[in-house]
């Protein structure tokens, strides 16, 4: 009698059980201070450096973003482009756009030929395939209004590790190894990152004198000089050597943009995120917005019930994203429409709880194989409460292959991010639409999105990863298991995830993510799945404990990044 009457209040003590705190894949790290999350633990030290002698959380994130130029070279840039978001202690919010542009001669059918068929590599490899680098004029941009130290101060840690060198680590020289086909192709790239062959090795010095070079030149003449100076001819005649498009007028004439962030709520937090021309905040906030009508909490994490729901709202969400979105400065976007709650409510009636909705009857398409992906992320909080979260990248890993000769860096193969030709799928198997078409000094699509989330309107959680289109649904994830399923930062970042982009239509899961039971479930409801499951992102993630004030950090387990704080 007493037995049966123990149980149900036992039941309810579990029931009431707070969310867990301890999880089986640790603990993020903890700092009283600030905290800088990257994919380089070298890179990480920089940042928490800055802090430390009294920088802001802005002044970080530069010194944090040219470092990862010299340590992890895949993605980290000066070629490249990317968005910071920015939160400041005060309030304030502000994205920088420094996406790259298309080159004035850019047109709508460079990479085509005359039967209109798409030319392989031709948007994805080499000279022709590059668009204008946006990171050293958003990282100025950013310093300029929101920073506190000058230009010089937050170069010179990437100089000194450009010129002293830094020790490969085993994930580094392992990237290098593997990206050995594409970085073969131009001399200057076999000469620097493979040593014509003779491939480093971990725990080997990487000294790169050409870039500390560039890096010394930008210090001493300031910013403007990749854009108008020696630099700016070097980059020129790599162009002219290679037949690239890009001219001088091309490289004065970029602007880093700051635009209004993105704003929402999910179960009462407060989500800002970034606008056009990412495509990430439109789609993560039309995912949120569609799954708050559900209990997601009581599904069950990863329960075929659960993994159904979320595939359902990526379908719609990236259905979308092909049909309406593109550069805001050149096409018409419904943004207001695509992130209304109204639209969500919506979409959300026409989601079968059991059975999976076909792609092709919400839009046209093929399905296409995944390749590689880079980019990378890095989120830094400071003491006074001021937040970055940037996430920029050379688009492929490596880029475009191609190292301005004498410059040191690799620049970025951005151009494949424009539709090509519509109907075609990208190098992400992406379908893209006419707004998304290449025009002169348009930028193209992306799919990064830095995330900043409030907790009774204090900054909460703050993260972002690579992944080229699984970037979005990589940040969606994270905030449900935060959000909805209250797990510690470093689990909300270690748990399985899926990924469905509406085409091609299937879903992608990672290694061990999904058990046997639950992949027969879901295609018992109509779900295909990739042949093969796979990683996917490189989430870099900060939380402030309400409670504490404490900065906890965690960088993804997939790859080799590491939270450092202070
Ligand atoms: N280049 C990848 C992205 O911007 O989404």
Redesign the pocket.
Known sequence: MKKRGLLPILMLLVMLEPPPTSAFVGQPVRARHGLVASTHEVASRVGVEILQRGGNAVDAAVAVALALAVVHPAAGNLGGG?FMLIRLADGRTTVIDY?EMAPARAHRDMYVDEKGEIIPEASTVGHRAVAVPGTVAGLALALEKYGTMSWADVCRPAERLAREGVVLTHAEAESLKRAAQLLSRFPESRRIFLRDGRYYEEGEIFRQPELAETLRRLIEHGPREFYEGETARRILAEMEAGGGVITLDDLRNYRAIEREPLRTTYRGYELITVPPP???GVALIEMLHILEGFDLRALGHNSADYVHLLVEAMRRAFADRAQFLGDPDFARIPVKGLTSRRYAEALRQTIDPKRATPSATLSGGDAFAYES?H?THFTVVDAAGNVVAN?Y?L??SYGSGVTVRGAGFLLNN?M??FTSKPGAPNM?GLLQSEANQIAPRKR?????TPTIVLKDGKPWLALGS?G??T?INTVLQIILNAIDFGMNLQQALAMPRVHHQWMPDQIVYEPFGLSRDTIEALRARGHAFTERPRYMGDAQAIMIEPETGMRLGASDPRRDGKPVGY
Request: net charge negative.
């Open positions: 990317g996406r990412s495509s990430g992906e980019t996430t990248t688009n492929g951005e494949d991010d992400f193209p699509l992306s799919a990064m690579p080229g289109p970037i």
